[in-house]
């Protein structure tokens, strides 16, 4: 009805009569009774495509046929009239449910008849569960039908189907395993393709579970795999392929590591699904989406299947090519699961990373996971990879600087700081046009605050990285403005001390506060006019630091000094996880103590300066900074 006339007094009048007379409870259960004699049943339309094209049949069923299916139509009327009666109508549908799993047939009207109510009995699950028991049916009335030779196949298939709407309804977790077995059996080749088809979206709905304990299923992994395996093989139809492989998808994923001894078959296989895919673009997402997961459930292992992954992914990333129109998104995720997962660096990723300029050049939505490859590609060999590529990657990120929103900018300096972690020398000749426009950016300009804690992390890691370079930048930028060196530094040294509260991570603060600890013995007017601020920094980023347990520690060294060598970090780490990792603890600045460092500066200070001028330097800070910092060194 209209929405306008909803507060009418005429239209709350028809309502209440139709509430009242036309769905009185009577009428109610008379709808309902045709509803499941007449109209949600198969019709023998139903059973001829079954009969003619299963797999055109299971695809009319889990795809979009559904939309114009009358049978669909009624079953949605069912539902929304059981739930608006459910009070009424909860315990005649239950004892109706029983009877009919009571009910052995081999009468076809029955037969359908009994595939409605059952049909009904999955659709209802979360409006009937507090009122059944779904573990006795199971027990008592599916698993020994299920497993007879006379059960119809009809049925068969409605009780798999049934099954998947009640695993994650209410089922108990310790009849999962019998759950398993069962399906492990239906996918088995003596049963029809609409058997196996129906039980394996069973054990997708089974495996995608949130109560799916892994555990419980391995032992059933393997027999299931192999038979899932077999399933795409035997099937022809390109949809009825990608539902088989979605389902292959999920295991490995949930499974993991587990999926390494039995998936040769699989590696072996999909080649050949790829050559033959044809123009069946779907298809082909869906093989490059299963590479993604296999690829990271075989973790270093996945070495072995290089040439052809890669291959894939050329294709699929390449803007010169036909493909990257459908499958660019997937084969960006494959290409970096294959770097993260890689032992090693070799000529197949370096020649791949052709493809990786043009897309920098795009500046499509898919930067982010770019710049994770070079991320990736940066960590696994950075020499290689920085004299292939590290000149024109370079002057493209300086070009993508000029025109970006803040969030993609910090993606880049990001990447920026970390071609200086990996590679020292090379990063110092490459890195200092975009250094100069970051150290432009940040005196010139309003800059979004998370964007210059960016900026800022980059250029205090320049800093440790090279006195000498960054020197050379402040120089340039004051060139290049007409200032000289000294104004353009105080200027910089202004922002920096200004800005430093932009800087939220605790690693990063500790950095910007080792490089302002390094340039304490700069012997510079300006350095030293900034002495008390310095000492603020000191005494904000030890705070920060501490570890109060044994009086004052520096919390990121410990961290950083402990390894961690329990067996779940390592099975939960990839290749990529370890290098970051092998980075990460072989940092100086990171593994720097920095109460130790202040100290040690400090007392250079007072060797270099003289009491006198030393003296002078720290009463710059307020009494009371001065005072912590005292009490944070002596601690």
């Known amino acids: 009805m209209d929405e306008n006339h909803k507060g009418d007094a005429s239209y709350q009048e028809d309502l209440r ?12 259960l008379e709808l309902l009774s045709q509803l499941l004699n007449f109209y949600i049943p198969f019709t023998p339309k139903d059973l001829e495509l079954w009969e003619a094209d299963p797999e055109e049949f299971c695809t009319d069923e889990y795809g979009e046929a559904w939309r114009y299916s009358v049978r ?61 028991n779904f573990d006795e049916w199971l ?54 393709c609409v058997i196996r088809l129906t039980a394996a979206q069973t054990l997708r709905t089974a495996v995608d579970d949130i109560e799916f304990d892994q555990k419980q299923f391995v032992p059933f992994l393997e027999p299931s795999f192999m038979a899932l395996l077999d399933l795409l093989k035997s099937v022809n139809e390109c949809s009825t392929k990608m539902q088989v492989l979605s389902v292959l998808s999920l295991v490995i994923e949930r499974v993991g590591a587990d999926i390494r001894p039995m998936c040769a078959g699989l590696v072996n296989y999909l080649p050949l699904l790829w050559g033959a895919a044809g123009q069946h673009n779907m298809l082909r997402n869906a093989i490059v989406t299963t590479l993604d997961v296999l690829v990271q459930g075989l973790g270093p292992l996945s070495e072995s299947l290089q040439q052809f992954v890669l291959g894939v992914v050329h294709q699929s990333t390449d803007l010169g090519g036909e493909y990257h129109v459908y499958l660019l998104e997937e084969g960006l995720q494959l290409w970096l699961s294959m770097l993260h997962n890689a032992p090693r660096m070799n000529e197949a990723f370096i020649r791949l990373f052709q493809n990786m300029v043009p897309l920098l050049e795009l500046g499509s939505e898919s930067l982010k996971v770019c710049f994770q490859i070079i991320e990736a590609s940066l960590l696994l060999d950075p020499a290689d990879f920085l004299n292939n590529y590290g000149t024109a990657l370079v002057h493209r990120m300086v070009v993508m600087l000029q025109d970006m929103k803040p969030e993609a900018a910090m993606v880049v300096a990001r990447c920026a700081e970390l071609i200086l972690k990996v590679d020292h020398a090379r990063s110092v000749e490459l890195l200092p046009p975009l250094l100069i426009h970051v150290t432009t950016s940040l005196l010139e300009g309003e800059i979004f605050p998370r964007l210059v804690a960016a900026y800022l992390a980059l250029l205090t890691r320049t800093l440790l990285t090279s006195a000498q370079c960054f020197n050379s930048i402040v120089q340039q930028v004051a060139n290049q403005s007409g200032r000289e060196a000294e ?32 340039m304490l013995t700069w012997n510079s007017p300006v350095i030293l006019s900034k002495f008390g601020s310095f000492i603020d920094v000191f005494v904000s980023v030890l705070n920060d630091i501490q570890n109060d347990d044994n009086g004052f520690a520096d919390e990121i060294y410990i961290t950083l000094s402990s390894k961690d060598d329990t067996p779940s970090a390592e099975e939960n ?27 040690q500066k ?10 006198e001028l030393f003296t002078q330097l720290m009463e710059q800070a307020d009494p009371v900074i001065r005072n912590q910092l005292i009490e944070l060194l002596n601690r």
């Not at 009569?17 to 109610?28: A, G, T, W």
């Not at 079953?75 to 005649?92: A, H, Y």
């Not at 400090?602 to 009491?611: A, H, K, M, R, S």
């Open 72 to 132: 669909v139509a009624a079953e949605n009327l069912f539902m929304s009239v059981f739930s608006k009666w459910k009070t009424i109508l909860v315990e005649p549908l239950a004892q109706m449910i029983v009877g009919w799993l009571r009910t052995a047939t081999t009468n076809l009207n029955e037969l359908l008849q009994k595939d409605a109510v059952l049909n009904i009995a999955g659709l209802a699950s979360w409006e009937i569960y507090d009122h059944v």
């Open 602 to 611: 400090l007392q250079e200070c007072q060797q270099l300066y003289g009491e």
């Open 487 to 518: 104004a353009t530094l105080g200027a910089l040294l202004d922002v920096w001390l200004e800005r430093f509260e932009f800087m939220h991570v605790p690693e990063k603060r500790k950095v910007f506060a080792v490089a302002v600890g390094s």
């Open 17 to 28: 009569f139709v509430r009242e007379n036309l769905l009185s409870p009577p009428n109610v």
């Open 139 to 192: 027990i008592q009335f599916i698993l020994p039908e299920l497993r007879s030779e006379q059960c119809h196949r009809i049925i068969r298939r409605r009780y798999l189907w049934l099954i998947a709407h009640w695993v994650s309804t209410k089922l108990s977790q310790s009849l999962r395993p019998l759950l398993y077995q069962l399906l492990m059996d239906m996918l088995a080749p003596q049963y029809e």
């Open 573 to 599: 780490e990839t290749q990529n996880d370890l290098r970051r990792r092998t980075l990460r603890q072989n940092d100086m600045c990171e593994q720097t103590d920095l109460k130790q460092f202040i100290s």
